[in-house]
């Protein structure tokens, strides 16, 4: 299995972007799928996560601004995030747990939030 994620860019607070992370090999609809992030300085940390296909989960201070989806025709996850803030600056992974509980990275992705 290979993650390959893409979107980040630059944006000014308040604004919006999408990533988008291409998911290639065996990808099981129901093995969890997340998004990470890590700011500069700072340890890596859970934003998002999708479990069965149907159940999302955020952590509290993304919650009600970001969105995960799937699309399980095109092997995809997607992180829609609005409302972003300079302290959402951080290079964002996805993140696919194997059948077997491997956890397999994507090779990041990096989002910057000027104020």
């Known amino acids: 299995v290979q993650l390959q994620a893409s979107g980040g860019g630059l944006v000014q607070a308040g604004g919006s972007l999408r990533l988008s992370c291409e998911m290639f090999?065996?990808?099981?609809?129901?093995?969890?799928v997340a998004w990470y992030r890590q700011a500069p300085g700072k340890q890596r940390e859970w934003v998002a996560s999708?479990?069965?296909?149907?159940?999302?989960n955020y952590a509290d201070s993304v919650k009600g601004r970001f969105t995960i989806s799937r699309d399980n025709a095109k092997n995809t996850v997607y992180l829609q995030m609005n409302s972003l803030k300079p302290e959402d600056t951080a290079v964002y992974y996805c993140?696919?747990?194997?059948?077997?509980?491997?956890?397999?990275w994507g090779q990041g992705t990096l989002v910057t939030v000027s104020s």
């Open positions: 993140n696919y747990v194997t059948p077997r509980g491997g956890w397999v």
């Open positions: 090999g065996n990808i099981f609809v129901i093995n969890p």
């Open positions: 999708s479990t069965s296909g149907t159940t999302t």
